[in-house]
C-alpha cells in the first residue's frame, strides 16, 4: 500500500471511499473536489444513468400506467419517460430496488424484489469494473486527481479480484463510524425508511426471522417500511465486519468524526495520510 509520503507527493492522487450510506463519502468527496482538480466519479450515479438506465425507466413508465389519463398521454405518445438520475438525484434508483413486502403499502412480491436485487447487484459490479476506464478518462479530460464515491453495499459484491483491481488503481479508504454516527444512521432508518441492497444470504435470513418474530406466513403480509427499520441495525452491524475486513486487506481507515471536522480540501488530505 502507497505510504502517507508517497500520497502527500502524488500529483495524481487517487481514492475509493467505503462506508456506510449516510457515513459521509459523498461530502468528503465535494470538500476534496473544492479546487475544480478532482474528477468525482459517482458509483450509484453511474449506475442509475447507464446499467440501469432502462429498467428505471420501465418502472416509472410502469408506474404512470396506473394512471389512466396519464396513461392515454403515454400510449399517444404525448410524453416521454426519463429516468432523471443525477448526481444529487438517485431517487428513482432507490424506487426501482423498492421494498418488499404488501402491494396495498407499496411493497413488491418477494420474486421481483429479488430480481430487481439481482440486477442492482450485476450494475454495481460492473460500474467498480469500470473505475480504471475512468482514472484514464478524466485525465485525458485534465484532471489531476480521481475520487471514487462508492455505494454503501460495495462490501457486498464480496469479490476478492475487484477489490484488488480497485487497491491497485486507488487508495481505498474507509470512513469508520462512530457509535453517536451509528445511532443516527438508525434513527434516520426509522424515520425514512428507505430502499436497500442486501447480501442474499442475508437477505433470506433476516426475512426468515422477522416473518417468524411477527408470527406472519407470507413476505406479502410485511409491512415494508416497518421490515427496512427493523433490519437495518442488523444491516450496519453485517456491513461493519465486511468494512473493516476490505480496509484491512485493501486500505486504510478513518474516523468519520474526524471527517465531519474537516473544513478544507488539505484537511481530508491530511487526515488520509495521517491513516496511512
Avoid at 507527493?9 to 481514492?15: G, H, M, P, V
Avoid at 404525448?78 to 443525477?86: F, G, K, L, R
Avoid at 431517487?91 to 403499502?105: Q, T, W
Wanted: hydrophobic share 35%; net charge negative.
Amino acid at each position: 500500500m502507497i505510504s502517507a509520503k508517497d500520497f502527500l507527493d502524488s500529483k495524481n492522487k487517487r481514492i475509493t471511499l467505503l462506508g456506510m450510506s449516510g457515513v459521509g463519502k459523498t461530502h468528503l468527496a465535494k470538500l476534496i473536489g473544492e479546487d475544480g482538480d478532482w474528477f468525482h466519479f459517482s458509483g450509484d450515479y453511474r449506475i442509475g444513468a447507464k446499467h440501469l438506465n432502462k429498467e428505471i425507466i420501465a418502472n416509472i413508465a410502469n408506474k404512470m400506467s396506473s394512471n389512466n389519463w396519464l396513461k392515454v398521454l403515454l400510449d399517444n405518445k404525448s410524453i416521454s419517460v426519463n429516468s432523471q438520475v443525477t448526481f444529487d438525484n438517485l431517487e428513482p434508483i432507490s424506487a426501482f430496488l423498492g421494498k418488499v413486502g404488501n402491494p396495498e403499502e407499496g411493497g413488491l412480491p418477494i420474486n421481483e424484489f429479488i430480481r430487481r436485487q439481482n440486477l442492482f447487484f450485476e450494475a454495481e459490479k460492473k460500474t467498480m469494473y469500470e473505475v480504471p476506464e475512468f482514472i484514464e478518462k478524466s485525465q485525458a479530460k485534465g484532471y489531476n486527481h480521481f475520487i471514487n464515491d462508492a455505494g454503501g453495499s460495495l462490501c457486498e459484491l464480496e469479490d476478492s479480484k475487484l477489490f484488488k483491481l480497485l487497491s491497485d488503481n486507488t487508495l481505498v479508504v474507509y470512513i469508520k463510524t462512530s457509535k453517536e454516527n451509528e445511532r443516527m444512521l438508525i434513527e434516520r432508518a426509522k424515520e425514512n425508511p428507505k430502499p436497500m441492497y442486501y447480501n442474499p444470504v442475508f437477505f433470506e435470513s433476516s426475512i426468515k426471522d422477522y416473518l417468524v418474530e411477527n408470527t406472519l406466513e407470507y413476505a406479502a403480509e410485511i409491512s415494508p417500511d416497518a421490515f427496512v427499520s427493523w433490519v437495518f441495525p442488523k444491516l450496519i452491524e453485517d456491513r461493519l465486519q465486511k468494512y473493516s475486513t476490505i480496509a484491512k486487506n485493501y486500505g486504510c481507515t478513518i474516523q468519520s468524526d474526524d471527517l465531519h471536522s474537516c473544513r478544507s480540501a488539505n484537511d481530508v488530505i491530511d487526515l488520509i495520510s495521517r491513516a496511512l
